[in-house]
């Protein structure tokens, strides 16, 4: 990775990406790996301490595999912790494991992008530095960040907001626990009580908690779990009383609330929005890093060799990869997750009772095929 302050105030590459969060710093992994001329522009040399996505499901480690980052993942693995099906990571472990493994063929600036200038065959981004830098492509991969978005013209179109809220703790096993603690993932238990499922797994060291729900983030409700986060759980799934006996927590509690969103305007010449740019998702779906990934592989290997290929990047180009298949697939599926998810925990009427019951069928019938594929 190349990070030395550069002396032309004018700078070139074929492919600028602004933000290096998951989906940016993956995508400059997998560019460098083909040769793709990148640069990449963020705030934060080391990404910083950040709760988003925590934990992996199999897809989403096939995704990793297939675009050549989970060996480095798998790297910052404890040992004895088990590989990354069994344990979760931080999300700037995440992040910050890819940035080192990307090679030196990644120019790295640490910069704020103060403004985009896009055309047909040249984008001009003014950065912070005083430099300028003139590229074909200019990939947004900034999150929920407005800032850009809104100097390009592109428009944030609110599908749900404050759709749901996210809450992370760390716990430890008190000296005279009997049981050792395990992972588990629990489902809300009653109609009506807003909660997707609570789910422990082992992480650096300890075992994470992480609690979905669909309360309003400035909720009382929401706000106690900063002082008492397994009693509060507790008291909403009282089952898990016996699971959580005799534990203590370690360090902070961490309460991130989610809009659903989408961006309207992206078919402009010269710029492709990815992940949490371009759309939200409900962090209970597990389909934020899915959608990103899906971005990443799409444009990269289905897209930008045939972009680069040929002169010019305008809007004919961009619209292929709003268009592609598979992404539509993955955006839509995480859509209609996330509002199916609102409404099996927040309806009490007897269709949506009968829904929520044959979602725990379902459930437990996943789980019988799991213990028997083990067995």
């Not at 988003?52 to 990793?64: H, S, T, V």
């Not at 912070?128 to 200019?138: A, P, Q, Y």
Request: proline content about 5%.
């Amino acid at each position: 990775m190349s990070s030395e302050t550069l002396s032309s105030p004018i700078l070139c590459a074929e492919v600028a990406i602004v933000g290096a969060g998951i989906a940016g710093s993956v995508l400059a992994h997998v560019l460098a790996r083909q040769g793709v001329d990148a640069i990449v522009v963020d705030l934060h040399a080391t990404h910083p301490s950040d709760f988003r996505c925590e934990k992996f499901n199999p897809d989403q480690i096939e995704l990793l595999r297939e675009l050549g980052v989970l060996d480095c993942m798998e790297a910052t693995n404890a040992k004895g912790q088990g590989d990354l099906r069994q344990r979760g990571l931080r999300y700037e472990t995440m992040v910050n494991a890819v940035r080192g493994d990307w090679s030196d063929a990644v120019t790295f600036i640490e910069a704020r992008v103060l403004d985009i200038a896009t055309g047909p065959d040249l984008q001009r981004l003014t950065l912070s530095t005083g430099e300028m830098l003139e590229t074909r492509l200019v990939v947004l991969a900034t999150g929920q960040s407005q800032r850009l978005r809104e100097g390009l013209g592109l428009h944030r179109r609110m599908l749900r907001e404050r759709l749901s809220v996210s809450i992370g703790f760390t716990i430890e096993p008190e000296a005279h626990r009997a049981q050792p603690l395990g992972p588990f993932t629990h489902h809300g238990e009653r109609a009506g009580d807003h909660m997707a499922f609570a789910s422990l797994f082992p992480m650096d060291g300890g075992f994470r908690v992480n609690v979905f729900s669909y309360h309003d983030p400035r909720e009382g409700w929401v706000r106690g779990f900063k002082d008492d986060p397994v009693g509060r759980l507790c008291e909403v799934m009282p089952s898990l009383k016996a699971a959580l006996a005799d534990v203590r927590l370690v360090g902070p509690v961490e309460i991130r609330g989610t809009d659903l969103y989408a961006t309207d305007g992206c078919v402009q010449d010269g710029v492709v929005l990815i992940g949490d740019a371009y759309r939200s998702s409900c962090p209970a779906t597990a389909m934020g890093v899915s959608r990103a990934l899906t971005d990443v592989r799409q444009l990269a290997f289905a897209h930008l060799p045939r972009w680069l290929a040929t002169p010019g990047l305008g809007e004919g180009k961009i619209a292929q990869f709003y268009a592609d298949p598979a992404k539509l697939a993955v955006d839509g599926l995480s859509t209609r997750r996330s509002e199916r998810g609102r409404s099996l925990a927040t309806m009490t009427t007897p269709r949506w009772r009968a829904y929520r019951a044959l979602a725990g069928v379902r459930r437990g019938a996943r789980r019988i095929a799991a213990m028997g594929r083990a067995a």
